[in-house]
């Protein structure tokens, strides 16, 4: 059996999908698992700023570069017309322009190419690190700053999963996505057996947290709701009615905590800190639930 992935994510920023991640992990390892806590946020890695760790660089990811030998150009516009958003333009019998900043790398250039007049180069798009805190390993992607495109380094950390899966070695890995509702996240939700979606109670919070919903079903990853903060208004019927809509059962309310604020401010997580806090008792209720559907014995 393949080694169970939990995605946590937000429809929108600041909701606390990190933190909540973040303990999640803790509280699985306080329970006595092997865990992999993964930062697929790649614009904004910060697992390792939350738990005040040092990583460690173990490689860079590359993407596909056209690179144009106009010797061997006949100007036939192939790669032109098959280029979906235009990183490529021919104007009239004058050589192809290649626009880096918006190409994709997906490389359908150099396979129309009928002479060999695009080869492969590489660009540097981003990073892989690994690290470790409070005894769960760390699987950590970068991307380059300046680059608009993630997708090359979540894939990356995807397929390393894949394998990392199949060696056994953990009892679960959760995965960190970006905010927000796009490609990315579908991405980084992938094959995994669940997603956490972490939302808060207000009308923003439902507002993207039924936008992520409905990307969540395109890939059909069961999707729980935590509402993180649950105390601070009293608009948990907005999210409520979401969770109704699409049959997404509310499965943790973490009230605000002054503690988990006090442990922020440390550089610790709440778990670690104050595993008495009531955000903590909270977070390891998510945890004791995850498991018991899971199965996972230990």
Same mark, same amino acid.
């Given at each position: 059996?393949?080694?169970p992935?939990?995605?946590v994510?937000?429809?929108?920023g600041?909701?606390?999908?990190?933190?909540v991640?973040?303990?999640?992990?803790?509280?699985?390892?306080q329970?006595?698992?092997?865990?992999?806590?993964?930062? +697929? /946020?790649v /614009?904004?890695?910060n697992?390792?700023?939350?738990?005040s760790?040092?990583?460690?660089?173990?490689?860079?990811?590359?993407?596909?570069?056209p690179?144009?030998?106009?010797?061997e %150009?006949?100007? %036939?516009?192939?790669?032109?017309?098959?280029?979906?958003i235009?990183?490529?333009m021919?104007?009239?019998?004058?050589?192809?322009?290649y626009?880096?900043?918006?190409?994709?790398? %997906?490389?359908?250039c150099m396979?129309?190419?009928?002479?060999? +007049?695009?080869?492969?180069?590489?660009?540097?798009?981003?990073?892989?690190?690994?690290?470790q +805190?409070?005894?769960?390993?760390?699987?950590?992607?970068?991307?380059?700053?300046g680059?608009?495109?993630?997708?090359?380094?979540?894939?990356?950390?995807? /397929?390393r999963?894949?394998?990392?899966?199949?060696?056994?070695?953990?009892?679960?890995i959760?995965i960190?996505?970006?905010?927000?509702?796009?490609?990315d996240?579908?991405?980084?939700?992938? /094959?995994?057996?669940?997603?956490?979606?972490?939302t808060?109670?207000?009308?923003?919070?439902?507002?993207?947290?039924?936008?992520?919903?409905?990307?969540?079903e395109?890939?059909?990853?069961?999707?729980?709701?935590?509402?993180?903060?649950?105390?601070?208004?009293e608009?948990?019927?907005v999210?409520?009615?979401?969770?109704?809509?699409?049959?997404?059962?509310?499965?943790s309310?973490?009230?605000?905590?002054?503690?988990?604020?006090e442990a922020? +401010?440390?550089?610790?997580?709440v778990?670690?800190e104050?595993?008495?806090a009531p955000?903590?008792?909270?977070?390891?209720?998510?945890?004791?639930?995850?498991k018991?559907?899971?199965?996972?014995?230990?």
């Amino acid at each position: 059996m393949q080694t169970p992935m939990i995605a946590v994510s937000g429809g929108k920023g600041g909701t606390g999908k990190t933190t909540v991640a973040v303990n999640l992990a803790l509280a699985f390892k306080q329970d006595g698992l092997n865990v992999l806590l993964v930062d +697929a /946020d790649v /614009d904004a890695p910060n697992v390792h700023i939350l738990l005040s760790t040092e990583r460690k660089k173990i490689d860079t990811v590359y993407a596909f570069e056209p690179k144009f030998n106009f010797d061997e %150009c006949v100007l %036939c516009g192939l790669c032109a017309q098959h280029c979906r958003i235009h990183a490529i333009m021919q104007v009239g019998d004058k050589y192809p322009m290649y626009f880096p900043d918006i190409c994709t790398h %997906c490389g359908s250039c150099m396979l129309v190419c009928p002479t060999n +007049a695009i080869t492969e180069g590489k660009k540097e798009m981003g990073w892989i690190y690994e690290g470790q +805190a409070y005894g769960v390993d760390l699987l950590m992607g970068e991307l380059k700053l300046g680059e608009a495109s993630a997708a090359t380094v979540v894939t990356e950390l995807k /397929d390393r999963l894949e394998e990392i899966r199949k060696n056994g070695k953990y009892d679960i890995i959760i995965i960190d996505t970006s905010p927000g509702a796009h490609c990315d996240v579908l991405r980084a939700v992938m /094959d995994t057996e669940e997603t956490i979606a972490v939302t808060e109670p207000t009308p923003f919070g439902a507002h993207d947290l039924e936008r992520l919903i409905r990307l969540l079903e395109v890939v059909e990853s069961p999707v729980k709701i935590v509402i993180n903060r649950a105390n601070i208004t009293e608009g948990s019927s907005v999210i409520e009615k979401v969770a109704e809509k699409y049959n997404a059962p509310i499965i943790s309310r973490i009230p605000y905590d002054d503690l988990a604020v006090e442990a922020y +401010a440390k550089g610790k997580p709440v778990i670690v800190e104050y595993p008495d806090a009531p955000a903590s008792l909270a977070i390891k209720e998510v945890m004791m639930k995850i498991k018991e559907e899971l199965g996972i014995a230990r």
